[in-house]
């Protein structure tokens, strides 16, 4: 399984950005998928994440803010961020569970300035 993300950069406060990643070598539906990331000097926490059901999860943090999203038939992840704060800059990765396993995209850097 590799994940392939996209979307990240330099960006605005306030403004909108949406993050992408692909999942290939899948044959079976994705248990989970979602997002976490990591600032510097702090631990790597959850964004988001979304199970094969629909079933969102969210930390207080983003909650109204960012929206999880999958397409099941693309076996594709994205996380759209609206009312960025400068707070939201972090490295950005893609989690996925499948088949009891965790995989780990290589992580996108989001960049907000004030």
């Known amino acids: 399984v590799q994940l392939v993300e996209s979307g990240g950069g330099l960006v605005q406060a306030g403004g909108s950005l949406r993050l992408s990643c692909a999942a290939s070598?899948?044959?079976?539906?994705?248990?989970?998928m979602g997002w976490y990331r990591q600032a510097p000097g702090n631990q790597r926490e959850l964004v988001a994440s979304?199970?094969?059901?629909?079933?969102?999860n969210y930390p207080d943090s983003v909650k109204g803010r960012f929206t999880i999203s999958r397409d099941n038939v693309k076996n594709t992840v994205y996380l759209q961020m609206n009312t960025r704060k400068p707070e939201d800059t972090a490295v950005y990765y893609c989690h996925v569970f499948y088949r009891d396993r965790d995989y780990w995209g290589q992580g996108t850097q989001v960049t907000v300035s004030s």
């Open positions: 070598g899948i044959i079976f539906s994705i248990d989970l």
């Open positions: 979304v199970t094969s059901g629909g079933r969102t």
